[in-house]
């Protein structure tokens, strides 16, 4: 089954507002970890965050380990923001530190 | 500069050829990891190298390959290409062999066109 899996699949907001993004999973995954692609397509690391809240500028996530899923709030969105966001995780008593990730949330903020 | 480096950027070739796409870690990290990034499959991971040795392996082609060197750099050769290889691959880097957490660093990427 769907081991990552996020919605919404598209967003598009208008500069200034604020968005939740959200990622489910399955119980064979733990470790969560958000990442942005921004539009020239290199993979930034924004949170490792396996549970509880952390917050960076006007970025914060969420994850609710016990009920599988994991939040990512954009405060004050700007046009910088765009590009794709991916959830991903390690294969639950895994021995290698490869990722699962899910096929991301498309974000487009408009001026 | 996350530190992990990929080169080339780009690469262009033809159907049948072979590339070979290299990987430098980031500076103390002893695992390197592969992913494929196209269209229709998203972000998959191919293989893992730690301190030299093949640690994990994904959804890789058999047509598909890679190595780590005695210095930690890795090389992936992609060999008979075909248009559905036509993607971003990434390099990844971590300290350790297993669950990178904070210290697992991606690469910008090389972008294989295949014609």
């Known amino acids: 089954g769907i081991q990552v899996e996020q919605s919404p699949p598209d967003l598009i907001l208008q500069e200034g507002a604020n968005s939740t993004l959200r990622c489910n999973f399955s119980?064979?995954?733990?470790?969560l970890q958000w990442f942005h692609q921004n539009p020239w397509g290199q993979l930034i690391n924004l949170f490792y965050?396996?549970?509880g809240t952390k917050q960076n500028g006007r970025l914060s996530a969420t994850t609710v380990a016990t009920e599988r899923y994991s939040l990512l709030y954009i405060s004050s969105s700007q046009t910088t923001d765009s590009g794709v966001y991916f959830c991903?995780?390690?294969?639950?008593?895994?021995?290698?530190?490869?990722?699962?990730f899910g096929k991301g949330t498309k974000l487009s903020v408009k001026p | 500069d996350s530190g992990v480096t990929q080169t080339p950027k780009h690469l262009i070739t033809a159907t049948g050829q072979r590339v070979t796409l290299r990987c430098s870690p980031r500076?103390?990290?002893?695992?390197v990891y592969w992913y494929q990034q196209s269209l229709d499959q998203g972000l998959q991971f191919l293989i893992q190298?730690?301190?030299?040795?093949?640690?994990a392996k994904g959804n890789i082609l058999e047509r598909f390959s890679a190595q780590q060197f005695p210095d930690l750099h890795s090389e992936l050769n992609l060999s008979s290409l075909e248009l559905g290889d036509s993607a971003l691959y990434f390099c990844?880097?971590?300290?350790?062999?297993?669950?990178?957490?904070?210290?697992?660093?991606f690469g910008s990427g090389t972008r294989l066109t295949v014609v």
């Open positions: 500076s103390g990290d002893l695992s």
């Open positions: 991903a995780a390690f294969l639950r008593g895994g021995s290698q530190g490869n990722l699962i």
């Open positions: 965050i396996p549970s």
């Open positions: 990844a880097s971590s300290v350790g062999d297993a669950w990178g957490g904070y210290g697992y660093t």
């Open positions: 190298y730690y301190n030299g040795e093949e640690r």
């Open positions: 119980d064979s995954v733990n470790n």
